[in-house]
């Protein structure tokens, strides 16, 4: 089975920046990043089709993020700039290993990684 392996994370002030990894361990066909806060629903905040490297992102994260690959390492990164405290969550990756559509909903997913907190103070 493929795994998926996050890195990144931590604690940043408002307008700054992290940057998450994902590295997942075969080949997938498209990779997303969820977040959840407490006590709400885990919602998509990003997307990449890995052989096409087209992305998608959730309203209220463009223009502050970016998704980008390395497809020798099946490495992808999502950048988050201007980062505000409502950003604050648990960040999921997570992968499609098949298939043919891939948007920000979490039922499209079958591969999860472990998640990585994110936490943005005003």
């Known amino acids: 089975q493929v795994q998926l392996v996050e890195s990144g994370g931590g604690s940043v002030q408002a307008g700054g920046s992290l940057r998450l990894s994902c590295t997942a361990s075969g080949y997938v066909y498209c990779m997303g990043w969820f977040r959840q806060a407490p006590g709400k629903e885990r919602e998509g905040v990003a997307r990449i089709l890995t052989r096409s490297g087209n992305t998608a992102f959730a309203d209220s994260v463009k223009g502050r993020f970016t998704l980008s690959q390395d497809n020798a390492k099946n490495t992808v990164y999502l950048q988050m700039n201007s980062l505000k405290p409502e950003d604050t969550a648990m960040y999921y990756c997570?992968?499609?290993?098949?298939?043919?559509?891939?948007?920000?909903?979490?039922?499209?997913?079958?591969?999860w990684g472990q998640g990585t907190q994110v936490t943005v103070s005003s």
């Open positions: 997570a992968a499609r290993t098949y298939g043919s559509y891939c948007s920000l909903s979490p039922a499209d997913y079958n591969r």
